[in-house]
């Protein structure tokens, strides 16, 4: 089962009253400084769950620059890397937490025993952590779905009943299942990050609970003062006749325009006026067995905004809500059966001048008893039930099955 101690060494107080929690394994969080990985250590942690109250990007931000990670004016250009200080700090955000943030209903509750935001600050130690021990035993028991797939057509039908209310353009409908396990999960979680395309590829972990993530997606960059979003809309199996009917597709390429621009109105909250613009649109790209079209958005980020003006901005990703966002994430809340968990937020790394959050799509977590997976896809008038059941299975079949491996 998860255990605090299979991921911790000891656990210290901090002056602030914050606990702090070392690591005995190799940071493989998402987008973590790759020369930096093998000798980061945790300095401080913050967990947040819907009854500690507050506002969550604010008190990330908050803490963040307690401890040595400045996000307040992302704008500013980034201070030469101390090596005695905080290099980063690991970020997650839920989709139920994005939600809030974006002023909609966070949905039905996580199935997952999950906080809905972690903040995780890193520094530095001259001695790399040492091996893990090899794990114990790994077993997966049988998947038990949320839904059955005629409950998942009856929610497509449901959407496309929607937009022809004109509610809606377009609603992204998810379906989630969970398997009992034995041993130690994190491995497990982190054969992910070694799947085809997995730019966010890796892992985050507390006592309780373990995140593993595959995703291609990045939810948001910001890299030299400029923000840079890829949205992925439109999914075909990775043949050659699949990419032809992707780029032939009518029906996908709508579904796509209509995100980019959502992202486009997104970024624009946060930007320099004048400054955002579509650096590339429908490119086809691979992840595992399947093709995907994404795209590039990209502003200047305007002075004196911060971190959690970011957050509110583009949580949770339109790519995973649909158009108009408010009004999908109105539509989710009513037809969703179980709550988003860990899937379809946020994770990566923060630090003063970078950011780089992956979306949490093709995504598992794991608590004390189950393993959790999530998976679905974008509704417009045009689509087909059947279809649609077919593309969620299609994207979650990878995942499951690096899960299963022993």
């Avoid at 005995?24 to 998402?30: K, M, N, S």
């Avoid at 690991?90 to 509750?109: D, E, Q, T």
């Avoid at 972690?118 to 998947?143: I, M, N, S």
């Avoid at 003063?352 to 608590?367: N, S």
């Amino acid at each position: 089962m998860v255990d605090g101690k299979s991921t911790e060494r000891t656990r210290q107080i901090g002056p602030d009253g914050v606990e702090t929690l070392p690591s005995e394994r190799l940071i493989d969080v998402p987008a973590a400084p790759a020369g930096c990985r093998r000798t980061l250590v945790e300095r401080a942690r913050w967990e947040w769950r819907p009854a500690d109250g507050g506002d969550p990007a604010a008190r990330a931000e908050e803490f963040l620059a307690a401890h040595g990670v400045p996000l307040h004016d992302l704008a500013r250009p980034a201070a030469r890397h101390d090596p005695t200080g905080a290099c980063g700090a690991a970020l997650y955000v839920s989709a139920a937490a994005g939600a809030l943030l974006a002023g909609g209903p966070p949905g039905a509750a996580n199935p997952a025993d999950l906080p809905e935001v972690a903040v995780v600050v890193y520094g530095h130690t001259p001695t790399p952590p040492a091996p893990a021990p090899p794990p114990a035993g790994w077993w997966l028991g049988d998947w038990a779905e949320s839904w059955t797939p005629g409950q998942h057509a009856d929610a497509v039908r449901a959407v496309r009943a929607a937009i022809g209310r004109g509610d809606v353009y377009q609603v992204n409908v998810v379906g989630h299942a969970a398997a009992r396990y034995a041993g130690d999960p994190l491995p497990a979680l982190a054969r992910l990050g070694a799947l085809p395309g997995a730019r966010y590829g890796g892992t985050l972990a507390g006592a309780g609970w373990a995140i593993g993530c595959a995703s291609p997606e990045t939810l948001v960059e910001l890299a030299d003062g400029r923000l840079v979003t890829r949205p992925i809309k439109g999914t075909r199996p990775a043949t050659a006749a699949g990419r032809a009917e992707l780029l032939a597709s009518a029906k996908e390429r709508a579904e796509h325009v209509m995100i980019v621009d959502l992202e486009r109105n997104d970024l624009a909250r946060l930007a320099r006026t004048g400054t955002v613009r579509v650096d590339e649109l429908f490119a086809v790209r691979r992840w595992c067995d399947l093709w995907q079209a994404e795209s590039t958005v990209s502003a200047a980020v305007a002075d004196g905004l911060g971190l959690a003006d970011l957050l509110r901005a583009v949580c949770p990703g339109g790519s995973v809500t649909g158009a108009p966002k408010l009004a999908a994430l109105d539509r989710i809340a009513a037809l969703e059966p179980v709550g988003r968990g860990a899937s379809m937020g946020a994770l990566g790394w923060v630090a003063p001048g970078r950011i780089d959050l992956g979306l949490t799509i093709r995504t598992a977590a794991a608590d004390g008893d189950r393993v959790h997976v999530w998976a679905g896809g974008g509704i417009t008038w045009d689509s087909d039930p059947d279809a649609e059941v077919a593309e969620a299975a299609a994207k979650t079949a990878p995942v499951r099955a690096t899960l299963a491996a022993r």
